[in-house]
C-alpha cells in the first residue's frame, strides 16, 4: 500500500470549513483513498473513499487532485464534535481489503 | 443496529495469563480484522480472515492467534500475556470487495498487562 503523509496537527473555528490534506505521491492507478477519523480513543469511524472522481456525503467531501498524488478531504462546518484524529489512507484494489493506518492528523475545532 | 460489538470493554490480566477478547458482527460481513492501537500511534493489523475456516497474519501477528469458525464471530486469543501486549484492541468487518468496502470497527477493548 502507497505511503501517505499527513500533518500531525491542525486548528479549525467553529462552523468554518475545515481542508485536511494528504499527500499520497506513490499511489497506483488501483488503489483507493479511504479518510477514517478516531474520536476520543474510540473505534475508528469511516468518512469517505474516491479512487479518481471526488466524493460527497452527508459527512464529507473528498477532492482528489487530477494526478492523483494528493487529496483534501473537506468538513463544510466544523463541529466542536469533529474534533478528532483523522487518518487518510491509500489501500490496494485486492481481496483481503486491509488498512495499514499512518499516525494521522488531530484536529482540534477551536470555539 | 448493533454492528461490531467486543467485550470486554476492560481487563487487567496478569503477566502469562491467557485471555480471549471476543469479537461478534451482525451485518453478515464475509471480512474480519483484528488490530492494536499503542498510546499515540496508529492502528496496526494484527490477523484477519475472508471467511469462515480461513484466517491470515497481519503485521503484528506473535503472540496472537485467532480462529473463525462462525461469520459472526472472530475471537483473538493471547497466550502467555506480556506487558508488551498491553494496548487498546479494535475488531473490524466488512464486506468483500476490490479494495472498495469501508470497515467497520467496535468500540476497542482496553487490555492492560501487569
Known amino acids: 500500500d502507497a505511503k501517505t503523509t499527513q500533518p500531525p496537527s491542525m486548528d479549525c473555528a467553529e462552523g468554518r470549513a475545515a481542508n485536511l490534506p494528504c499527500n499520497h505521491s506513490t499511489i497506483s492507478g488501483n488503489e483507493y483513498v479511504y479518510w477514517y477519523r478516531q474520536i476520543h480513543s474510540q473505534g475508528p469511524q469511516y468518512i469517505i473513499h474516491?479512487?479518481?472522481n471526488n466524493e460527497t456525503n452527508e459527512m464529507a467531501s473528498l477532492i482528489i487532485t487530477e494526478d492523483r498524488k494528493s487529496s483534501t478531504l473537506i468538513l463544510p462546518h466544523a463541529t466542536l464534535r469533529d474534533t478528532a484524529v483523522y487518518y487518510c489512507i491509500v489501500r490496494v484494489g485486492g481481496a483481503t481489503n486491509k488498512l495499514i493506518f499512518g499516525t494521522g492528523t488531530l484536529l482540534a475545532v477551536q470555539p | 443496529n448493533a454492528g461490531v460489538t467486543q467485550t470486554p470493554k476492560f481487563h487487567i490480566l496478569k503477566i502469562g495469563q491467557s485471555m480471549t477478547l471476543q469479537c461478534t458482527q451482525d451485518m453478515n460481513h464475509n471480512y474480519m480484522y483484528w488490530y492494536r492501537q499503542d498510546p499515540g500511534m496508529g492502528l496496526k493489523l494484527i490477523y484477519y480472515?475472508?471467511?469462515?475456516?480461513?484466517?491470515d497474519k497481519g503485521e503484528v501477528p506473535n503472540g496472537y492467534n485467532v480462529s473463525r469458525s462462525t461469520t459472526e464471530d472472530f475471537p483473538l486469543r493471547l497466550e502467555l500475556a506480556a506487558p508488551s501486549q498491553t494496548s487498546v484492541y479494535f475488531c473490524?468487518?466488512?464486506?468483500?470487495?476490490?479494495?472498495?468496502?469501508?470497515?467497520?470497527f467496535g468500540d476497542g477493548t482496553r487490555l492492560s498487562i501487569l
Open positions: 473490524a468487518s466488512s464486506k468483500p470487495g476490490q479494495g472498495n468496502q469501508p470497515q467497520h
Open positions: 480472515s475472508v471467511g469462515a475456516g480461513i484466517t
Open positions: 474516491g479512487l479518481k
